[in-house]
C-alpha cells in the first residue's frame, strides 16, 4: 500500500505561483510513476506532470515552461508559475506501483482575480 497526501492548494491572483507537495509513505519502492494529475469541474482529469520509471519528465503542453515537477525522497513537489485562470482545478498527486494505482485526496487550487 501507498498512502498520499497532498497539500500547498490555495486560492492566487492569476500570474502568481504555489508549491503542491505530496508526502508518500507506505510501500515506496518499485515505483513505475510518480506525478500530478488535475479535474476541473466538468472536465475529465488530466496529466499534468510525471516521472517515468526510467526518471525522464513529461509535461502537459499547457502547463510546459510554467510547472515544474521534483521529488526528493518521499516527496513530491509542483511548482506552478505564471498561474492562469484555466489552471483551477483539484490536483491529485498519483502513483503506479505494479498493477496498482494510487491516489491522494486532492488539494484546490483556484487562480482568481
Known amino acids: 500500500q501507498v498512502q498520499l497526501v497532498e497539500s500547498g492548494g490555495g486560492l492566487v491572483q492569476p500570474g502568481g505561483s504555489l508549491r503542491l507537495s505530496c508526502a508518500a509513505s507506505g510501500i515506496i519502492f518499485d515505483i513505475y510513476a510518480m506525478g500530478w494529475y488535475r479535474q476541473a469541474p466538468g472536465k475529465q482529469r488530466e496529466l499534468v506532470a510525471e516521472?517515468?520509471?526510467?526518471?525522464n519528465k513529461n509535461y502537459a503542453d499547457s502547463v510546459k515552461g510554467r510547472f515544474t515537477i521534483s521529488r526528493d525522497k518521499n516527496m513530491i513537489y509542483l511548482q506552478m508559475n505564471s498561474l492562469k485562470p484555466e489552471d483551477t482545478a483539484v490536483y491529485y498527486c498519483n502513483v503506479v506501483r505494479g498493477p496498482t494505482e494510487y491516489w491522494g485526496q486532492g488539494t484546490q487550487v483556484t487562480v482568481s482575480s
Open positions: 516521472f517515468t520509471r526510467g526518471g
